[in-house]
């Protein structure tokens, strides 16, 4: 069992050091982003989440009665949220000798760490889907955005039909950057800005936010994965309530405190229940791209 004594800790006591800083965690952006469906108590285990295949209509004949019916038929997505839980045990010495909230700070890491899990196993739903564009060691250009955007518009009826709106793209920092070096003007030697006057490129200038492309929010999230090559997988798809990715909770998680007297400490735990799942995979595209860092 892994217990933080002062030795872990040791950088935070007030004998070494004033003061102590959290370790910033990436922003979570997948859990806003997605169809959110919560599990009431006695609905079973699982979240089953159905959707309508299509019929056909056929030309009709004056005076002749339509012989023919069309069956409707159903597909379930089915998702079971299972438990996801981290713990910290903090012993007495380390509060008492501690200066800062270590409870406060723990409980704040803890957090973190859920919010992490969640969206990367949300992001994890974009590889599932049916189209992917661009590949290894290929950096990411404004057609392959719009290339998505259309694929998602054109979705074959018989994978569901065309995804609704609104969309929206996500992506590495690393690989966005790809975007901001196309989209924005070169600086000089000088070190003045050579500022076109377009609102879009002065916007990327001033705060660093590509802010929309061809309708579609463009969010950045450091938790996605790079891989060895490097590269990393985003995706353009249908957000929100009815939507491509769907976050199913069945016990939103909270941090609860348990005291272990001859341990002399405190357990931090913090549990959460959820699943998740993709909707329609034709409502998702994968954006495979270059992920190198910056230099």
Do not use: C
């Given at each position: ?8 800790l ?44 299509e ?88 057609g ?42 070169v ?18 200038l ?71 799942g ?17 230099a």
């Open positions: 069992m892994a217990i933080t004594t002062t030795a872990e040791g950088d935070t006591i007030p004998t070494i050091i004033e003061e102590a800083r959290h370790t910033a965690q990436h922003q979570a952006v997948m859990a806003g982003l997605s169809w959110r469906i919560t599990k009431d108590k006695g609905d079973g285990k699982t979240v089953n989440v159905p959707y309508w295949g019929v056909t209509a056929n030309p009709l004949t004056e005076g002749l009665d339509m012989t023919a019916a069309a069956t409707m038929e159903d597909t379930n997505v089915q998702i079971t949220p299972s438990e996801v839980g981290v713990k910290i045990i903090l012993t007495d010495k380390l509060v008492r000798d501690n200066q800062m909230d270590v409870k406060t700070a723990a409980g704040k890491i803890l957090g973190a760490a859920m919010e992490k899990k969640r969206d990367q196993d949300l992001l994890g739903q974009l590889d599932d889907a049916t189209q992917s564009l661009a590949g290894s060691a290929t950096a990411l250009t404004m392959h955005m719009a290339a998505g955007r259309a694929l998602l518009a054109g979705n074959a009826t018989t994978s569901g039909g065309p995804a609704p709106l609104p969309y929206v793209a996500v992506h590495h920092p690393f690989v966005l950057l790809d975007l901001v070096d196309v989209v924005t003007p600086i000089p030697a000088a070190g003045t800005l050579n500022v076109t006057g377009s609102a879009f490129t002065d916007e990327i001033r705060n660093y936010s590509i802010g929309r492309l061809f309708g579609m929010p463009i969010f950045e999230d450091g938790n996605i994965s790079i891989d060895g090559t490097p590269d990393a997988k985003g995706g353009v798809f249908a957000s929100g309530v009815g939507g491509a990715v769907i976050l199913a909770t069945a016990n939103e998680w909270s941090v609860e405190p348990e005291r272990d007297a001859s341990l002399r400490g405190w357990e931090l735990n913090i549990v959460g229940e959820y699943g998740v993709e909707y329609l995979a034709g409502w998702i595209v994968e954006l495979f791209n270059d992920a190198t860092t910056p």
